[in-house]
């Protein structure tokens, strides 16, 4: 029975989880909420979206009239180097999985869906304190309690890696090539910013991604 949603960026980790409980999931939801990204990101989500005939939908937040400060918001430059550099801490969006887990409980409370797939995983927890294992169980718990379904959150990947969770989508055949993870907004990943650098560590030895550099 497809009692799920799931919060879907269109990313490498999220579309994974997407393929492997495409049984479960009635519904993705997706966020435009201002990041440089975002278009290409949304491109890949609708792709897959419409590839497996999952109902998508796309919710419109603007985080930075709310006040809300973050290099993938514009207000400063997005830094190279290593996804768990103390530099990628200004790729931090404050509270957004807070923010799109209540969003998507209210929508799933609405839909009489029981579950929130959420697809953050280890190597998220070193700078992103909204994807540790603590936070997820926490919000699940409000969550539940907060909801006349009982709504949980489910996150599969939180004790796995990036290359962990890759290798899962390439034994689903799945293309990743049609997935996004550079958060420098342009039309090719850059391949020098964090998320380029940990997409390649996951992907090597068949990464089909085009890259800048």
């Not at 923010?99 to 995983?121: G, P, Q, R, T, V």
């Not at 309690?145 to 990036?162: A, C, D, E, L, N």
């Not at 560590?201 to 085009?210: P, Q, Y």
Request: hydrophobic share 35%; proline share 2%.
């Amino acid at each position: 029975m497809k009692n799920g949603i799931i919060s879907y960026s269109g990313g490498l980790d999220s579309t994974v989880l997407l393929y492997l409980f495409r049984e479960k999931i009635r519904m993705a939801v997706s966020f435009q909420y201002g990041s440089r990204h975002s278009e290409q990101e949304l491109k890949c989500a609708k792709y897959h979206c419409e590839k497996l005939g999952i109902e998508h939908r796309i919710i419109a937040l603007d985080f930075e009239k709310w006040g809300l400060k973050s290099s993938l918001l514009g207000n400063e430059d997005i830094p190279d180097g290593h996804y768990e550099d103390e530099s990628m801490r200004s790729t931090v969006v404050p509270f957004r999985n807070g923010i799109m887990l209540s969003i998507c409980a209210a929508i799933a409370e609405s839909e009489k869906l029981d579950e929130i797939y959420l697809a953050n995983h280890l190597g998220d927890h070193a700078i992103y304190p909204d994807c540790r294992e603590e936070f997820s169980s926490a919000m699940s718990k409000a969550i539940e309690y907060g909801t006349y379904q009982k709504i949980r959150v489910m996150t599969p990947f939180v004790y796995m890696s990036k290359r962990d969770v890759a290798l899962r989508g390439k034994s689903f055949d799945i293309d990743l090539a049609k997935t996004w993870s550079c958060y420098k907004g342009q039309k090719i990943h850059c391949g020098t910013c964090g998320t380029c650098v940990e997409r390649k560590e996951a992907l090597s030895g068949f990464d089909t991604t085009e890259y800048l550099r």
